[in-house]
T-cell receptor
């Protein structure tokens, strides 16, 4: 199994500012996924981050708002830019194992925008 | 596109009793994977059980089992001998394996809206 850590675990931010969330995995993985979970809602995929190439964004999410970096096979960052209260959510990093049956999640970052 | 539907926003069960959570999905794929995840108040996503679509036998993990009906596109979760620690939000999820041949590649999940299960003492 993969062990995933995220920083920060939670933050309270002001409107108009940006926050960068870090995701660290204890093993090398090709793809890392970023999900958003709005209050009381399910998880929605934001983007898929591949090492060495640009992230692939899902419908409704754009790079200018959620820039992603993937500098190596164990690390990724997601930035939430120009934040508004609607961005208040839990942001989760996820990776897969060697088998399609395996999918692991980080502990999440709880973001509150005032 | 795949969709996953959980029609029960909330459920409750008495401790030691059995409860079944419903999940239906829609896909044109023949090979895929289905999962149940548990999210307790800690917000950590915990894998409960998984099922490969090509397997007819229903998956079981201790007190957790599924009723997988491929033709009906139904994937329900049965929790036996419910415990207070089972109280959590439960999400059904669908995964379509991609065609990548890179080892260790991950696949994206499509989640249902969740069912909040409360186990009553």
């Amino acid at each position: 199994s993969a062990v995933i850590s995220q920083k920060p675990s939670r933050d309270i931010c002001q409107r108009g500012t940006s926050l960068t969330i870090q995701c660290q995995v204890d093993s090398q993985v090709t793809m890392m996924f970023w999900y958003r979970q709005q209050p009381g809602q399910s998880l929605t995929l934001i983007a898929t981050a591949n090492q060495g190439s640009e992230a692939t964004y899902e419908s409704g999410f754009v790079i200018d708002k959620f820039p992603i970096s993937r500098p190596n096979l164990t690390f990724s960052t997601l930035t939430v830019s120009n934040m508004s209260p609607e961005d208040s959510s839990i942001y989760l990093c996820s990776v897969g194992g060697a088998s399609p049956r395996e999918q692991f999640f980080g502990p999440g970052t709880r973001l509150t925008v005032l | 596109a795949q969709t996953v539907t959980q029609s029960q926003p909330e459920m409750s069960v008495q401790e030691a009793e059995t409860v079944t959570l419903s999940c239906t999905y829609d896909t044109s794929e023949n090979n895929y994977y289905l999962f149940w995840y548990k999210q307790p108040p800690s917000r950590q996503m915990i894998l409960v059980i998984r099922q490969e679509a090509y397997k007819q036998q229903n998956a079981t993990e201790n007190r957790f089992s599924v009723n997988f009906q491929k033709a009906a596109k139904s994937f329900s979760l049965k929790i036996s001998d419910s415990q207070l620690g089972d109280t959590a939000m439960y999400f059904c999820a669908f995964m379509k394996p991609n065609s990548s041949r890179v080892s260790g590649s991950a696949r994206q999940l499509t989640f249902g809206s969740g069912t909040q299960l409360t186990v009553l003492p």
